[in-house]
T-cell receptor, first 115, second 111 residues
Framework: NAGVMQNPRHLVRRRGQEARLRCSPM?????VYWYRQLPEEGLKFMVY????????ESGMPKERFSAEFPKEGPSILRIQQVVRGDSAAYFC?????????????FGPGTRLTVL | TQLLEQSPQFLSIQEGENLTVYCNSS?????LQWYRQEPGEGPVLLVT?????EVKKLKRLTFQFGDARKDSSLHITAAQPGDTGLYLC???????????FGKGTLLTVNP
């Protein structure tokens, strides 16, 4: 029973390049969430998706960031024209429902370093 | 302003000691989760509490949700080096699926 999978685990990009982060939710989970963890800060919500739908992207910067969760395949968080301030750990979580108990299970994260 | 305040921020103790860490807020949460995160890894869910006054036990760990659902505590009995890690609390407001995280308590248990 595999947990949430993320790849790559580490990603190095130069300023101006694109970063693509992938997340495969736990089996049976149709709700995916992306969070960002900056040094010295807690995890911050970015976006919530269900299959083929973005439900809430209120925590995601309006420029350069986008997310998708296609019918087939993993969820993708895409950062265009990366800047040094994008360096952080990006975590994906999944849940079977979005109910009040709202238990979210996290993947190991992708550590993005922008040079 | 941090919605969820965790204290202490750092805690270093000897193996065998007991400890309590706290998670406080002025907001009411519909549910609250505790996670443990190790360096280079993602948060691992330990427990979810949903009812005011609820107490849950997980081996040597005891979790309590405040009566007003604004605060929570985690008590560890006879701490072991394997308990070392960053303990995070996270709450959901109303039916909101967004988890709000505290900054965590970094626990070090020395052998």
């Amino acid at each position: 029973n595999a947990g949430v999978m993320q790849n790559p685990r580490h990603l190095v990009r130069r300023r101006g390049q694109e970063a693509r982060l992938r997340c495969s939710p736990m089996k049976g989970h149709s709700h995916v969430y992306w969070y960002r963890q900056l040094p010295e800060e807690g995890l911050k919500f970015m976006v919530y998706l269900q299959k083929e739908n973005i439900i809430d992207e209120s925590g995601m910067p309006k420029e350069r960031f986008s997310a998708e969760f296609p019918k087939e395949g993993p969820s993708i968080l895409r950062i265009q024209q990366v800047v040094r301030g994008d360096s952080a750990a990006y975590f994906c979580a999944s849940s079977p429902t979005s109910g009040s108990k709202n238990e979210q299970f996290f993947g190991p994260g992708t550590r993005l370093t922008v040079l | 302003t941090q919605l969820l305040e965790q204290s202490p921020q750092f805690l270093s103790i000897q193996e065998g000691e007991n400890l309590t860490v706290y998670c406080n807020s002025s907001s009411v949460f519909s549910s609250l989760q505790w996670y443990r995160q190790e360096p280079g890894e993602g948060p691992v869910l330990l427990v979810t509490v949903v009812t005011g006054g609820e107490v849950k036990k997980l081996k040597r760990l005891t979790f309590q949700f405040g009566d007003a659902r604004k605060d929570s505590s985690l008590h560890i009995t006879a701490a072991q080096p394997g308990d070392t890690g960053l303990y995070l609390c996270a709450g959901a407001l109303g039916s909101n699926y967004k988890l709000t995280f505290g900054k965590g308590t970094l626990l070090t248990v020395n052998p």
